[in-house]
């Protein structure tokens, strides 16, 4: 695509269920990255991807939030135990790794209920 | 780490006037500073862009200037339009591995 595709749009869980949200970084993109953003604020890091691996993970809350890149394109963030602290819009950007530019993806609402 | 912060929290200015929005940051390190524009509803978009080494950048009717010494950057908007009307986002980085972000500033710009 031409884009930062994120998936789902919005997703609405119960305390206590696991999630998994998707994003499609830019074909060829070898950085990606995951920000969460609550209502007001600026984006918070999670996690930076160089490639499949995880170069920084330092943002991540806790042990419940763990995100992978298997193939070094397409990654996945999980959050297990949901709580109701953790809803936000949770962003994915991607990078080229010869360009300082990040393209942000439309984000993924988090509803935890 | 980095701690970026920014003001004012909301703008109004009418229509063809001026905007300015205003970032400090804490670590001497980064040396990469960008703004980006959020539309409701959807992902920032980076909009202009500043490198350490560079004190200036204008692209059009925006504008950027570094004060490394002070640690503060700004973002200039001239003839501002209705379609300017957003949140304006800070960011800076040393080693872009993680971005840290203002709070972000609400420019409403009034017909």
């Known amino acids: 695509g031409a884009g930062v595709s994120q998936t789902p749009s919005n997703k609405v869980t119960e305390k206590g269920k696991y999630v998994e949200l998707r994003c499609d970084p830019i074909?060829?993109?070898?950085?990606l990255y995951w920000y969460r953003q609550s209502l007001g604020q600026g984006p918070e890091f999670l996690i930076y991807?160089?490639?499949?691996?995880?170069?920084?993970d330092s943002g991540l809350p806790n042990d419940r939030f763990f995100a992978v890149r298997p193939e070094g394109s397409v990654s996945t963030l999980k959050i297990q135990r949901t709580e109701r602290g953790d809803s936000a819009v949770y962003l994915c950007?991607?990078?080229?790794?010869?360009?300082?530019?990040?393209?942000f993806g439309q984000g993924t609402r988090l509803t935890v209920v | 780490g980095e701690n970026v912060e920014q003001h004012p929290s909301t703008l109004s200015v009418q229509e063809g006037d001026s905007a300015v929005i205003k970032c400090t940051y804490s670590?001497?390190?980064?040396?990469?500073f960008p703004w980006y524009k959020q539309e409701l509803g959807k992902g920032p978009q980076l909009i202009i862009d500043?490198?350490?080494?560079?004190g200036e950048k204008k692209d059009q009717r925006i504008a950027v200037t570094l004060n490394k010494t002070a640690k503060h950057f700004s973002l200039h908007i001239t003839e501002t339009q209705p379609e300017d009307s957003a949140v304006y986002f800070c960011?800076?980085?040393?080693?872009?591995?993680?971005?840290?972000f203002g709070s972000g500033t609400k420019l409403n710009v009034k017909p």
């Open positions: 950007a991607s990078r080229s790794g010869s360009t300082t530019e990040a393209f």
């Open positions: 074909s060829g993109h070898t950085a």
């Open positions: 991807f160089q490639g499949t691996g995880a170069a920084d």
């Open positions: 670590d001497s390190a980064s040396n990469y």
């Open positions: 500043i490198r350490s080494n560079v």
């Open positions: 960011a800076a980085t040393d080693n872009f591995n993680k971005f840290y």
